[in-house]
């Protein structure tokens, strides 16, 4: 039987029986709920039916949701999370990276307290408004170090409205983190399919995630320039969601990497928000996914099954960036059937999320990325 519980409504009488089977398999453990952004409206009911019956929730909405092999709006996931599982549901009234991470220690520091000879994972889900999640990584990997894993997803709407996201069985709100404190490493992979060019640009004027000067020009200006040039798209103010998803900046690292942020937003005098920060003075590239899906989905079966860890046949728990399927169109289903195939009978759930973290070495730096496949081997 699945760990992972699909509702197909969230009126209460398709609802309840949901919650008390979780509740007779999983006796005591919290749930976590994935909501896709149609249904927010009963979030209030979920919540108010979760404290009749005397469970423990949190969650988060997202775009949509995953399910067999295709993205859906309705309906809910119910996961129960591991025993021992403590968890965090932060609000921030600023938008400075310092501030929030050092809230985020002081909440985090009595879950994390508790010493183990393994290091426990810590889950996050952002409200994706925030504009200084890399930074707020940074912050919390300076203090915990390799002393617990890093993952997460970014939730909230695709219309990019400040509207509340995250969830508890008391509170919805926005401008928060949803943490996770797993009592276990889980294994997991996060990949992309963007080929990395020669041709750099500096973002010589940046705040958090607003680029407002690219090589000294406006940074639209300068942008529509680069991507008339290189791909002869003409990109307007009119078609610059549509359009923009395709061509996301990369960041260059001084380790090789590339972290990828997706221009989302257009302000009045010609600035970029993008989804997640850019730094000043940072080497980027205009990057160009394929038209198809490349072998992500396989490698990332693959990487999960791989020794030294021990994911093979646990459930998969997916975040499938909306950017991504925003680009590959109807071919983001394809790599999706494709991704539910390779990942043969084990059970799988997930969402569209609005940026992923992970780290590209076990145990490792946390990194903030957008337009990947983020597949966690999961322990109920």
């Known amino acids: 039987m699945s760990t992972f519980v699909y509702c197909p409504s969230l009126v209460p009488d398709t609802l309840t029986p949901c919650l ?66 403590r968890w965090q549901l932060t609000t921030f009234n ?11 220690i002081d909440a985090l520091q009595p879950a994390l307290e508790h010493s183990s000879p393994i290091p426990p994972t810590l889950m996050l889900l952002f409200d994706g408004l925030i504009p200084c999640i890399a930074s707020v990584l940074d912050h919390l990997f300076q203090h915990f170090a390799d002393s617990v894993r890093y993952l997460g997803a970014n939730a909230g709407s695709e219309t990019f409205l400040p509207l509340p996201c995250l969830f508890d069985s008391s509170q919805f709100v926005r401008d928060a983190v949803l943490c996770l404190v797993l009592p276990q490493p889980l294994d997991y992979a996060l990949r992309h399919d963007y080929c990395v060019p020669e041709r750099v640009m500096t973002a010589t004027s940046s705040r958090g995630n607003k680029v ?83 072998d992500s989905a396989a490698q990332l079966i693959t990487q999960l099954d791989a020794p030294p860890g021990d994911g093979q ?40 999320s609005l940026g992923e973290i992970g780290s590209p070495t ?19």
């Open 313 to 352: 046949g646990l459930p998969l728990l997916l975040f499938y960036c909306a950017g991504r399927r925003l680009h590959f169109q109807e071919h983001a289903t394809t790599e999706l059937a494709r991704l539910t195939d390779k990942a043969g009978p084990r059970a799988l759930a997930g969402a569209l």
């Open 20 to 85: 008390l089977n979780c509740q007779q398999r999983h006796p005591g453990q919290t749930l976590l709920l994935l909501v896709p952004d149609h249904e927010r409206t009963h979030v209030a009911e979920l919540q108010a039916l979760c404290r009749e019956l005397g469970m423990d929730c949190v969650g988060a909405i997202f775009p949509m949701l995953v399910k067999d092999a295709a993205f859906i709006d309705s309906g809910c996931w119910l996961i129960p999370l591991p025993s021992g599982t």
């Open 94 to 104: 600023t938008d400075q990276p310092v501030q929030i991470a050092a809230q985020l």
């Open 212 to 294: 407002e000067q690219i090589n000294w020009q406006n940074a639209f200006s300068a942008y529509q320039d680069i991507v008339r040039q290189q791909h002869g798209m003409q990109i307007t103010r009119d078609n610059f969601y549509s359009l923009g998803v395709h061509f996301p900046f990369g960041i260059s690292r001084l380790n090789g990497d590339v972290l990828i942020r997706i221009p989302v937003e257009l302000t009045e005098d010609g600035a970029l928000l993008c989804v997640g920060e850019v730094p000043e003075n940072s080497l980027l590239m205009l990057l160009q996914a394929p038209q198809v899906p490349g």
């Open 362 to 380: 076990d145990g490792g730096y946390p990194v903030f990325q957008n337009a990947c496949l983020l597949g966690i081997a999961w322990r109920g």
